[in-house]
């Protein structure tokens, strides 16, 4: 990882979380970006057990719910809702997120943009149990999927924003 404060590629010495090269700080700049990799991480596996909880209900005789389709009204709306929400999470949100002049405020904005791919993948899953339509779940469960990887695709950016806001945060901290 860069350095944010000199921009250099610095590895800090083992035991240390400072850069060798400016000594400054990384370790909040890396408490940070664990906490919202971490919560990526659940947030992508909670729509991975959604999927396999279709996917075991479909293989297991037990599971009886209505086998007619779901209102088709109820399903585009549910679809329109999706949209927005993959419109947020991956450009509306994104552009706002590089724009934070706070950590705490791009930290929450990230697991804003990733609740909201979620809930794309959750909109799914209801249509599921109201209709038992496995065809519009994997609709749902494909546009969550690449809102999440165009969420990750995001996170070099979201790094490198996070660096520049603790410095900054640090700088003004500091005594003069």
């Known amino acids: 990882m860069d350095c944010p404060k000199c921009h250099q590629s610095a590895t800090p010495v083992a035991g240390s979380t400072h850069c060798p090269l400016c000594g400054f700080d990384l370790g909040p700049v890396h408490q940070r970006l664990r906490t919202i990799y971490l919560v990526s991480f659940g947030f992508f596996m909670s729509t991975v057990v959604y999927g396999a909880t279709v996917w075991l209900l479909e293989h297991l005789n037990g599971f ?63 249509l599921y149990f109201v209709g038992r339509s496995v065809e519009w779940f994997a609709v749902f469960m494909a546009l969550g999927f690449v809102a999440f990887l165009l969420i990750a695709f995001s996170m070099p950016q979201v790094a490198r924003r996070m660096g520049e806001l603790v410095v900054a945060e640090t700088d003004n901290a500091a005594p003069r």
Do not use: K, N, S, W
């Open 64 to 126: 009886q719910t209505p086998a007619t389709a779901p209102p088709a009204a109820l399903a585009y709306a549910l679809l329109a809702i999706g949209v927005i929400d993959f419109g947020l999470a991956t450009h509306i949100l994104r552009r706002r997120a590089l724009l934070c002049r706070d950590p705490a405020q791009l930290q929450t904005l990230m697991i804003i943009r990733l609740a909201l791919a979620e809930a794309i993948v959750i909109l799914g899953l209801v």
